[in-house]
């Protein structure tokens, strides 16, 4: 199972990017699959998830209104839709999808696949 994440890149704040996370080995159409982030220092948080059908999604009080996630089960692909971006944004971001089937959860401990992650910087 691979979750490959790419989009992120350099930007100036108010600028937008769109990260994707496309997966192979399996389908994971069953499962929740998330953003999280990890800034240098600082634990890895949630950003944004969603749910197994698409139609529940979750996001952290930050970011809420700028980002947007997405998924296209039909690409095993997720999206995340960032606008507005702020400095503290910068970070890199990670997508991963659930260990358990038809659960829904912001716990990144909950998580059992992991991309390799992909750095988002935003200036001032």
């Known amino acids: 199972v691979q979750l490959q994440a790419s989009g992120g890149g350099l930007v100036q704040a108010g600028g937008s990017l769109r990260l994707s996370c496309a997966v192979s080995?399996?389908?994971?159409?069953?499962?929740?699959m998330g953003w999280f982030r990890q800034a240098p220092e600082k634990e890895r948080e949630f950003v944004a998830t969603?749910?197994?059908?698409?139609?529940?999604?979750f996001y952290t009080e930050s970011v809420k209104g700028r980002f947007t996630i997405s998924r296209d089960s039909a690409k095993n692909t997720i999206y995340l839709q960032m606008n507005s971006l702020k400095p503290e944004d910068t970070a890199v971001y990670y997508c991963?999808?659930?260990?358990?089937?038809?659960?829904?959860?912001?716990?990144?401990?909950?998580?059992?696949?992991w991309g390799q992650g992909t750095q988002v910087t935003v200036s001032s």
């Open positions: 969603i749910s197994w059908s698409g139609s529940s999604t």
């Open positions: 991963a999808a659930h260990r358990t089937p038809r659960v829904h959860s912001i716990v990144p401990g909950n998580y059992a696949y």
């Open positions: 080995g399996r389908t994971f159409s069953n499962y929740a």
